[in-house]
T-cell receptor, first 117, second 108 residues
């Protein structure tokens, strides 16, 4: 059974960079058919796709966040990562990682990242 | 830019009743790129339906997806207590993913 687990700092200072990692277990991140994505959900709000990556590093991003986002992959550690630069209070959200095959079928439990001084 | 509109915003029903949730796209979409999710409080979303009408692994057959073009429907034939949750539709394109704002199914 594929499992995903988010990790990283839960408190980020305004204007700093939010960095999260998603570790995949029970399967390989190097599957040629799969992409791996980040989705976030602000408190009490809906879902917002951030971006996705495949095992070879091909990425695509939400245009509204593209200027601030980098997603990378480390196949040797079976994990992928999110960096969101210049954060502000509006970036406070639960961040989920998920496997993507035109929809998201396996999800991590999510991690609440709060932007506050 | 794709916009997904979900109606109603909230649906108040009793266990055993039938629920019908609508998702309307601002442009014609290919059915294979339309999915539905369920999210219970404090949990990650769960994929219910992909390709507009294919149930994901382990999803009970009381959940049915239908529709084409711009209009899609998620039907729950008989609501179980665990079905009271928020439901999201989602569209995929080569540019990325769009989620609808969600429909909350409440206990009446």
């Amino acid at each position: 059974q594929l499992q995903l687990q988010e990790s990283g700092p839960r408190l980020v200072q305004p204007s700093e960079t939010l960095s999260l990692t998603c570790t995949v277990s029970g399967g390989s991140i190097s599957s040629t058919n799969d992409y791996w994505g980040w989705i976030r959900q602000s408190p009490g709000k809906g879902l917002e796709w951030i971006g996705s990556i495949d095992y070879s590093g091909n990425t695509y991003y939400n245009p509204s966040l593209k200027s601030r986002v980098t997603i990378s992959v480390d196949t040797s550690k079976n994990r992928f990562s999110l960096r969101l630069r210049s954060v502000n209070a509006a970036d406070t959200a639960v961040y989920y990682c998920a496997r993507e095959i035109r929809s998201f079928d396996y999800w991590g439990q999510g991690i609440l990242a709060t932007v506050s001084s | 830019e794709m916009v997904l509109t979900q109606t109603p915003g909230t649906l108040s029903l009793s266990p055993g009743e039938r629920a019908s949730l609508s998702c309307r796209a601002s442009q014609t979409v290919s059915s294979i790129y339309l999915a539905w999710y369920q999210q219970r409080p404090g949990q990650a979303p769960r994929l219910l339906i992909h390709g507009a009408s294919s149930r994901a692994t382990g999803i009970p057959d009381r959940f049915r997806g239908s529709g084409s073009g711009t209009d899609f429907t998620l039907t729950i034939s008989r609501l179980e207590p665990e079905d009271f949750a928020v439901y999201y539709c989602q569209h995929y394109s080569s540019s990325g993913f769009t989620f609808g704002p969600g429909t909350r199914v409440d206990i009446k």
